[in-house]
C-alpha cells in the first residue's frame, strides 16, 4: 500500500462572524467540524457531499487559499501550517495544483498561453515543457485552437484548458472541485473520460469534489461522504469496480448499482 | 461616456446604414446653422459655406495646420505628463489601501476642482507659452485617468490572483501577468475621456492668452468680429478630437483583442 500523502485531522472552519446589532456576541456556526481523512500516493479520492457541505472550503484550506479555525493538516510528512492568514503558502512551493470551479482562465492569455502560464511564471519553460503542454493540448482534443482566447472556446473546451493547465506542471497532488458542474451531461461524461485518460499518464494523488454521486463513482478508487453543516466525513465507501473504466457505459458495469444506492443512503 | 468607441460592425447593410443615417444628422445640423446664421446675419453667426471655405483657404495657407500642430502637441505632452503618474501611482498604492483612503478626498477634490479657474495661475508660473498649457492639461488628464486606473486595480478578480499564487507566481510577476492586463481596459476608458478633454484644456487655455494655437485663433477671430475664423477653428478642434478617437480606437483594437466584441453587439 502507497505512503499516505495528506492527513486532515479533526479539521474545523467557521467564518468571522458578521456584526450584527441584534444576535450580539453570539459565535459564528461551525461550517466544518471534527472531519478528518487521508489520501494515499497516486490514489484518486472522490469527496462527495451535498450542496453547501463546506466542499469548496476544505478544498481551499488544503490548497492554502484559506484558513482553517481548528485541526491540522499534514502534507507529504510535514505538518502546514494552518491557522495565520500571513504563513499561508498557497499551493505550497507547487507541489498541490488546484482545479477550480470556475475555470478561472486569463481571458487575455490565448489557449496555449494560458496552459503554458505556470510553467513561465515558475521558469520552466523550456523545448520539453513546450511539448508536453502540445501533447495534453493534443490528448484532450484542443488541437487547433492554441491561438483561440478564452471568449471563443465553449464552455467544455475552457474546462479542458483549466484542466491541463494544472496537469502540465505536474504538481504531485492535484484538488478539483466540482470542474465538470457547468457542462451540459454529454460533455461532462467526455470530460471525465478525458480526466481518466490524463489521470493514467501519470498516476497522480487527486481529491475530486462533487455533488454528483455518479461522477464520484466513475472516477474514484474510494468516495468520502460529507455530512451537511457542519461537515463530517459521515461515509466512506471503496469503489469495487477495476480500471480502466468506460465512463460512458459505468451504469451498466457490475456492482455500480450496489455501491451507488449505499453512497445514496448516506448522502443526506 | 462622453467619446466612445461606437460602430456598427454587425453587417455591411447596417453599416452603410449608419454612415447614410449620419450624413443626414450633419446634413441636418447644417441645415439648422445656414439657417440660423439667414435669421440673425452672418455678422453674428457665420454660415456653414463661408467657414467651408476658410477653413481649406486656411488650411493651404498653412497657418490651420500650424496651429493646430501646437494645440496638438500641447494636449499630447499634457496626456503624457498627466497620464503616467495616473498610470503608475495606483500600482505602487495597490498594496497600501490606507495611503488610498488618506488620499482619497484630495483626489476627489482635485478631480472636482473646475480646472479651468487654474489656467490665469498656470499662466502666471509657467508663462504665455506651450508651458502652461501642458500643466493645464496634464491636471486635466491626471485625475480622470487615476480614477479609471484605480477603479481597473480594484475591479481585479482575486480568484485570478489566488490562481497565479498556487502556480507559484511571485508578487512581481503577478502584478506584471495578473494586475496589470486585468486593469488595461479601465485605463483605456480613462484616457478615451480624457484625451478629448486634454484637446479642449489646451484650447481655453491658448483662449485665455497665448500667442499660437487653435485657441488663439479663435481669440483673435472673436477680437475682429470675425465669426468665420472662429468657426472655422472649432471645426479644426473638432477634427482633432476625431482623429485621436480613431487612434485610440486602433490602439485599443490592436491591445484588447482577447475582449469578448459585447460593445457591438449591443449597440447595433
Known sequence: MAATLLEVRALGKRFAQRQDRDKGREPAPWVIKDLSFSVRDGEFLTIVGPSGAGKSTLLNIIAQIDIASAGEIVFDGATVSTRDPRALRPGIDRRIGYVTQDDNLLPWRSTLDNVLFALEVQGRLDAQARARAEMLIRTVGLAGFERYYPHELSGGMRKRTALIRTLVYDPPMILMDEPFAAVDAQTRTQLQADLLTLWELGRKTIIFVTHDITEAIALGDRALVLSKQPSRIAAEHVIPIPRPRNVKDIFALPGFAAIHERIRADVQ | ?268
Do not use: C
Request: net charge positive; charged share 10%.
Open chain 2, 1 to 268: 461616456m462622453s467619446v466612445s468607441a461606437i460602430s456598427p460592425t454587425r453587417s455591411p447593410a447596417i453599416r452603410w446604414r449608419t454612415h447614410i443615417d449620419r450624413a443626414l444628422v450633419l446634413l441636418l445640423i447644417l441645415a439648422l446653422w445656414q439657417a440660423g446664421s439667414l435669421w440673425v446675419g452672418t455678422y453674428w453667426l457665420s454660415s456653414p459655406w463661408a467657414t467651408t471655405t476658410r477653413f481649406v483657404e486656411l488650411v493651404l495657407n498653412g497657418e490651420l495646420i500650424r496651429h493646430s500642430g501646437y494645440t496638438l502637441a500641447e494636449a499630447g505632452a499634457g496626456t503624457l505628463i498627466g497620464g503616467f503618474p495616473a498610470v503608475l501611482l495606483p500600482f505602487l498604492l495597490r498594496r497600501h489601501p490606507i495611503i488610498v483612503a488618506i488620499l482619497d478626498p484630495f483626489m476627489v477634490g482635485g478631480y472636482g476642482a473646475p480646472k479651468l479657474a487654474f489656467a490665469p495661475l498656470f499662466l502666471l508660473w509657467f508663462g504665455i507659452g506651450m508651458e502652461s498649457k501642458i500643466a493645464l492639461t496634464a491636471s486635466v488628464v491626471f485625475f480622470i485617468v487615476y480614477f479609471a486606473t484605480l477603479a481597473g486595480v480594484r475591479a481585479l478578480d482575486p480568484r485570478l490572483v489566488q490562481m497565479a499564487q498556487i502556480a507559484g507566481a511571485s508578487e512581481r510577476q503577478i502584478a506584471r501577468h495578473i494586475v496589470m492586463p486585468s486593469a488595461v481596459p479601465n485605463i483605456f476608458a480613462g484616457f478615451r475621456i480624457a484625451v478629448p478633454y486634454a484637446i479642449g484644456a489646451a484650447v481655453i487655455a491658448e483662449l485665455i492668452s497665448s500667442n499660437r494655437g487653435l485657441g488663439y485663433l479663435v481669440q483673435t477671430g472673436a477680437m475682429n468680429f470675425d465669426t468665420t475664423s472662429v468657426f472655422a477653428a472649432i471645426v479644426a478642434a473638432t477634427l482633432l478630437v476625431h482623429a485621436a478617437n480613431a487612434l485610440m480606437n486602433a490602439f485599443e483594437a490592436l491591445l484588447m483583442r482577447w475582449r469578448p466584441p459585447l460593445q457591438s453587439m449591443m449597440e447595433t
